[in-house]
């Protein structure tokens, strides 16, 4: 093994690259190298540096289940028992090896499952980190979320899992030793038994079959925006930033890209992006931010723009924004102002992003006054959502969202919002469920914006929710620790139909309904499950005032006469608004 330097090595143009990636992807043939070993072992965090260096995908099965369930594993395993758990986890594991080359990391239980043995062996590639009981021991003690561990007695309980799992464990095509030292030591004897393995065990000629090939696989689902002369598409579906470089080289040949992004996507996809350019022969420089609202500033936006001309970026070429909204809207308001009009490409990692920001050209940074106050309507040329990469989205950003995906249902689609009452926890296990909802919430989005580009009347309705929310956001200083914009909006929407019934305009069981289900998904909807609130209900109304929508110093609210059913509300009396907010925030949660 090497020393404590990582062995990837920068190339021209400033960017992470290991020249031993490309013949290993070849040798795998699209199968998915698949981590197994005990609690502790190291599979998420050495998972995810084998998989930058490799410019895949990574994804942890224990993530994605808490994601389907909508609670922790530990919960899971307290309230449903460890059979319910095991039936769970074979099932997402047979989906997430059904669905391509990537980094998997999976529960230490998982491979412990005979049938899971068997579908890795035929679809993946596994790799044991085997690790000693005095390694693992140091890294769990402390942790109180291992529930096989939650007992009077832990440390021999981990000694018993040790002696019944490693012959098992023992199984898997490779075995690196997981200890003590850099986490870039133990993937780069992973990078090297991954070499000398493959080497001696060629790819077969012809995949071996899946059973029900393709069930799990979301079909491409492509989506028009129709607008005279701008029109665009929307493109949903798996393995589309691996893709993207085709799907730019021929909307734009011969053209550059500048790829603005944020440091925590950069690490997980734009490697797989830099590749997919590469391969089509586009030139491109990367402008990396730091996540969060925090950089939809003036000081950001500016760097953002004298970075895209720094790089020689022409008008005829393009601006990429990968990543969620943040990403995507100052990319948006940044290739809507260089060279007073550059295209660009929405590619948004975020479920919020892939069904509503990225979508119909609203871009834009924040001012101290309010949220999205310096902007401009500015379309993407192209849209490609890459359900894939909802992956490697936290459960928290996930369940925001959803908040957007449920909005749809409660503007003018009762039948959505039915589906979605029912089958939001496929939704977030992801396949079809996630696809669905995801391309369903992008053609609601484009039928609005194709009739009301600019907000004149329609497509007020998309901000239902967000009179309430921003005001929120701003309250909160843009705080993410304590207040995202999905979950701004959850509450808004919660509100908006609580309004609507102090109104008379709403029958209260809707209302009722509309919490319930935002609370069943994990979301807030008051203003008290905001961490630390303490705003007042005059502080509320005061920030309302800086929405975009108020026109002529008067609120304008989105409205409900009921599910699916809602309406803009103008001149809306104030009075009547503080009435409402102080009654919010007495109210017994």
């Known amino acids: ?121 035929a679809e993946g590639l596994s790799i044991w980190l085997k690790a ?19 007992n009077a007695d832990p440390e021999n309980t981990l000694r018993q899992l040790i002696d019944e799992r490693y012959p ?12 003590e030292g850099s986490h870039d030591d133990v993937v780069d004897e992973m990078m090297t038994q991954l070499e000398n393995w493959l080497s001696s065990n060629p790819p077969l000629a012809v995949a071996p079959e899946r059973p029900n090939p393709g069930k799990d696989m979301p079909k491409l689902e492509k989506i028009g925006v129709k607008l005279a002369g701008r029109g665009y598409d929307i493109l949903i579906g798996e393995g589309l930033i691996a893709e993207a470089g085709g799907h730019i080289q021929r909307l734009a040949p011969g053209a550059s890209c500048a790829i603005v992004t944020d440091e925590n996507v950069a690490r997980y996809h734009l490697p797989a992006l830099q590749r997919s350019l590469d391969a089509a022969q586009i030139k491109h420089a990367n402008i990396i931010v730091a996540p969060g609202e925090g950089s939809k500033t003036y000081s950001v936006f500016e760097r953002v723009c004298d970075d895209i001309i720094g790089a020689r970026i022409e008008r005829n070429d393009l601006v990429i924004a990968l990543g969620g909204g943040v990403v995507g809207d100052l990319a948006g308001y940044a290739a809507a102002s260089v060279r007073r009009g550059m295209r660009f490409v929405q590619i948004p990692t975020s479920l919020l992003a892939q069904v509503d920001s990225s979508v119909g050209g609203k871009t834009g940074i924040n001012s101290p006054h309010g949220k999205n106050l310096i902007g401009a309507f500015h379309q993407p040329s ?44 496929e939704i977030f296990a992801g396949g079809h469920a996630r696809a669905r909802a995801i391309a369903k919430s992008c053609a609601a989005k484009a039928g609005v914006v194709a009739r009301d580009e600019r907000e004149t009347g329609e497509r ?32 808004g929407m919660a509100c908006a139909f609580r309004f609507s019934v102090s109104q008379g305009l709403c029958p209260a069981p809707d209302a009722e309904r509309v919490a319930n289900h935002l609370k069943t998904a994990g979301l807030p909807s008051r203003f008290q499950d905001i961490k630390g609130w303490n705003a007042g209900p005059e502080e509320i109304l005061d920030a309302m005032y800086q929405d975009k929508k108020v026109e002529h110093g008067a609120l304008t609210f989105i409205l409900a006469h009921g599910i699916g059913k809602c309406f803009v509300a103008k001149s809306v009396d104030p009075g009547d608004v503080l009435a409402f907010l102080k009654s919010e925030l007495s109210a017994r949660l």
């Open 1 to 121: 093994m090497s020393s404590g330097i990582s062995p990837i090595q920068m190339s021209d143009d400033g960017r992470p690259h290991d020249p031993r990636a490309a013949p290993i992807l070849s040798a795998l043939a699209g199968r998915p190298v698949v981590l197994v070993g005990m609690m502790g072992s190291g599979k998420t965090s050495t998972g995810r540096r084998l998989a930058q260096r490799l410019g895949l995908g990574f994804v942890d099965a224990d993530i994605v289940i808490e994601q389907a369930a909508g609670m922790s594993i530990a919960d899971i395993f307290a309230r449903h028992g460890e059979t319910y758990f095991r039936d769970g986890e074979k099932r997402v594991m047979a989906r997430l090896l059904g669905e391509g080359c990537r980094v998997l990391a999976t529960g230490g239980g998982a491979f412990m499952n005979a049938d899971v043995r068997k579908r890795i062996a």
């Open 132 to 150: 000693d009981f005095d390694v693992l021991w140091r890294r769990v003690r402390r942790r109180a979320t291992r529930p096989l561990l939650n």
């Open 168 to 179: 098992v464990y023992a199984e898997a095509d490779i075995t690196v030793v997981s200890h």
């Open 382 to 425: 192209l849209v490609l959502a890459d359900t894939g990469a909802l992956q490697t989205l936290p459960l928290r950003e996930f369940r925001a969202g959803y908040a957007e995906v449920v909005k749809y249902g409660l503007i003018n689609d009762p039948n959505l919002f039915n589906w979605l009452d029912g089958a939001w926890q």
């Open 460 to 491: 007020a309705l998309l901000n239902l929710g967000h009179t309430f929310g921003h005001a929120l956001e701003r309250l909160t200083a843009y705080d993410g620790s304590r207040l995202v914009h999905g979950e701004g909006v959850a509450i």
